[in-house]
């Protein structure tokens, strides 16, 4: 079974572009969240998506977006990047919902995209 | 709201020694706890995890973790370590609610010494 697949694994942007990022879960996993993870603050989250929803959302700014497609695939964007966006960016699927009382608690991560903003 | 504190960013210990890392969580409610381990360019991966059902939770390459409930801890050990153990560990708390959120520690990156 396939893992989780972020892409692109790697990214350098300069400050002001945007950047959008792409995260295909594992097959039959409706629930894709999205962390932030930095040196200093470690996982941070972002939002959670399931069927194309969004179910919950962390304390980021509004240009931080997400979106999920019928198919579970999910993609975020950041727009007017900052020098505090530079961070790896984590994807995670899971069968449960955070937020619903059925959360199993088990989230499969992929290998993150790492952005860098100059 | 629930929340989890990993004490020490950096842990080191000699190959075959014991490892043992610190997490002392917060919640009004039962805790669901977990340990996730991140390799080196990698993403994290569960280790082990506690539901309520047994104390001792023992998870994958050895390791193991007991909930504490008077100590709200549920610190991570090893009895023996070694080099491939080499890797940042987290660890999380969900409530076993309806606002059940996966909140992360900040991590504590383990060394091991040959």
């Known amino acids: 079974k396939a893992g989780v697949t972020q892409t692109p694994r790697y990214l350098i942007k300069t400050r002001g572009q945007q950047v959008t990022l792409s995260c295909s879960p594992i097959s039959g996993h409706r629930s894709v969240s999205w962390y932030q993870q930095t040196p200093g603050q470690g996982l941070q989250f972002l939002f959670e998506y399931f069927s194309e929803t969004q179910r919950n959302k962390g304390n980021f700014p509004g240009r931080f977006s997400g979106r999920q497609f019928s198919n579970s695939r999910s993609e975020m964007n950041v727009s007017t990047l900052e020098l505090g966006d530079s961070a790896l960016y984590l994807c995670?699927?899971?069968?449960?919902?955070?937020?619903?009382?059925?959360?199993?608690?088990?989230?499969?991560f992929g290998e993150g995209s790492r952005l860098t903003v100059l | 709201a629930q929340s989890v504190t990993q004490l020490g960013s950096h842990v080191s210990v000699s190959e075959g020694a014991l490892v043992l890392l610190r997490c002392n969580y917060s919640s009004s409610v039962p805790p669901y706890l977990f340990w996730y381990v991140q390799y080196p360019n990698q993403g994290l991966q569960l280790l082990l995890k506690?539901?309520?059902?047994?104390?001792l939770v023992k998870g994958i390459n050895g390791f193991e973790a007991e909930f504490k409930k008077s100590e709200t801890s549920f610190h991570l050990t090893k009895p023996s370590a070694h080099m491939s153990d080499a890797a940042e560990y987290f660890c999380a708390v969900s409530d076993q609610g309806r606002d059940d959120k996966i909140i992360f520690g900040k991590g504590t990156r383990l060394h091991i010494l040959p």
């Open positions: 995670a699927s899971s069968n449960g919902v955070q937020g619903t009382g059925m959360n199993t608690g088990e989230l499969f």
């Open positions: 506690y539901t309520s059902a047994a104390t």
